[in-house]
């Protein structure tokens, strides 16, 4: 008997899916370079952490710079704000908005980097902290370079650029998710359509 105007009688057969009809999804590049920017500028704060707390470590011990361990804490703070804005967290941004924009973000490095040399012009360093302060200033200028590069880029968009680049990825991850979610379900009923012929 013939189906839907077939003239031999056979049933037709479903068109296969391949298992490498899978859509691939490359990575916006502008993306990657936006990360891989977080990450150094994350980096950076994170040495600066480090170095802060050196520095205040050894204030406490001499103990006649007690005021510069306390701004050496408070500085280690503001790197520890600089670290957690790097990482986007939504329960962050949702309380502070100003770090979503990239603007934000550079003036407080810019911020961080101010307060460091401010609370250089109180102590004196002796010969045997050259290494320290050397590693405070490389730290402190690549978070400054960082910030400017972060307060150019918000002034020219770049973050509302990145953001809405992100959305799409996500779209874009999610449409193909379900695209193969689909393709899984049609081979799992070919399966069965077939079991049921024979």
Do not use: H
């Not at 691939?24 to 704060?45: E, K, N, Q, W, Y």
């Not at 502070?96 to 003036?107: C, D, I, N, P, Y």
């Amino acid at each position: 008997m013939a189906r839907n105007g077939d003239p031999d009688g056979s049933e037709g057969v479903l068109p296969r899916a391949s298992s490498n009809g899978r859509v691939r999804t490359g990575r916006d590049p502008f993306l990657m370079v936006c990360r891989c920017f977080s990450l150094i500028t994350a980096l950076t704060a994170i040495l600066c952490i480090a170095v802060n707390v050196l520095s205040a470590v050894r204030s406490f011990k001499n103990g006649s710079d007690v005021f510069d361990g306390i701004f050496r804490c408070y500085a280690v703070v503001i790197a520890f704000f600089v670290v957690i804005a790097e990482t986007e967290w939504g329960f962050i941004i949702k309380f502070w908005k100003v770090l979503e924009f990239w603007a934000g973000r550079g003036m407080l490095q810019i911020l961080y980097v101010l307060y460091c040399m401010m609370t250089r012009a109180f102590p004196d360093y002796s010969e045997s902290q050259k290494d320290l302060v050397l590693l405070q200033n490389i730290a402190s200028y690549m978070l400054l370079a960082c910030g400017l590069v972060y307060v150019i880029s918000g002034l020219l968009c770049i973050g509302f650029l990145k953001r809405s680049r992100q959305q799409k990825e996500i779209t874009r991850e999610q449409a193909v998710k379900d695209l193969e979610d689909l393709e899984r379900r049609r081979e799992e009923l070919e399966q069965l359509l077939l079991a049921d012929r024979v």
